[in-house]
């Protein structure tokens, strides 16, 4: 994997409702386009030091999606396909004819929208530690989402809290679950509450029928369970990983670099 890269260009493209959707560009205009779509209250720097680990002929796209990172709107329409249509403005902004989409985590529900609404452009989908978490991905039913909803109205702190010792192997460095927190916290509002019911009632069973991309995901060994591999096996492949907790590309960023690049070479 080399570390050298041309440098990275800051843009823009806007969209509806005063929506302005910035990301980050690299690598020469002729290399295979793959495009990182961060999670849920983070953004798309946490792929600064995967990008560096990737081959130097990669063109690399993060986006951040609305209202994270860099990004603004005034929208109020937060569903995973309304955010799959800011990757899709980028996509078209920069005349990419094929790519492949890495998501983390959100990111990756974000991921097989794009799949979904882009065909004949996305040649492979990517989850990050996604799609396998049962009590999140596949949609809830009305009790979950309003109590969810409701402890994160409550105290959204300790909302976050949970989400992140939920992701986090036992051994890991309780600094690192902090400045996960910290960042995460930090999200806007209403956006981080709206964009987590739209996760949460995000019909994934019914989209994973319709999108015919492969889908690669790589897990986290330690919280994958035998009954998502034993619901989704058969239509994700599903490979675990020890490279660290729920934000492993940041921990380990060469290691899913590596596992990027063997999904991009095919």
Do not use: N
Request: proline share 5%.
């Amino acid at each position: 994997m080399s570390k050298v890269r041309g440098s990275t260009t800051t843009r823009a493209v806007q969209r509806s409702s005063h929506t302005t959707i910035r990301y980050t560009i690299s690598g020469p205009a002729d290399g295979p386009v793959v495009v990182f779509v961060h999670g849920w209250g983070c953004d798309r720097d946490d792929f600064a030091e995967v990008t560096a680990f990737l081959p130097g002929h990669y063109r690399v796209l993060a986006v951040d999606l609305a209202e994270h990172g860099e990004s603004r709107s005034t929208r109020d329409v937060w569903t995973m396909e309304e955010f799959a249509r800011d990757v899709a403005a980028v996509l078209e902004a920069e005349r990419v004819d094929t790519c492949v989409v890495v998501g983390h985590s959100l990111g990756g529900a974000v991921a097989v929208e794009v799949g979904r609404l882009l065909p004949d452009m996305v040649s492979h989908v990517v989850a990050l530690d996604a799609l396998h978490y049962l009590s999140l991905f596949p949609a809830q039913d009305e009790s979950r989402v309003q109590a969810m909803l409701r402890s994160f109205s409550e105290d959204f702190p300790a909302g976050v809290r949970g989400m992140v010792e939920a992701g986090s192997p036992a051994g890991t460095d309780p600094g690192v679950k902090d400045a996960y927190v910290e960042k995460m916290v930090s999200v806007r509002q209403p956006a981080g509450l709206r964009s987590l019911e739209g996760l949460v009632r995000w019909r994934m069973d019914d989209v994973l029928r319709e999108v015919k991309q492969p889908i690669t995901l790589f897990a986290v060994r330690e919280i994958l369970t035998q009954e998502a591999i034993d619901r989704y096996g058969d239509r994700i492949r599903i490979v675990p990983v020890d490279l660290g907790s729920h934000h492993f590309h940041r921990e380990s960023p060469a290691g899913t670099a590596e596992l990027v690049a063997r999904v991009v070479a095919g």
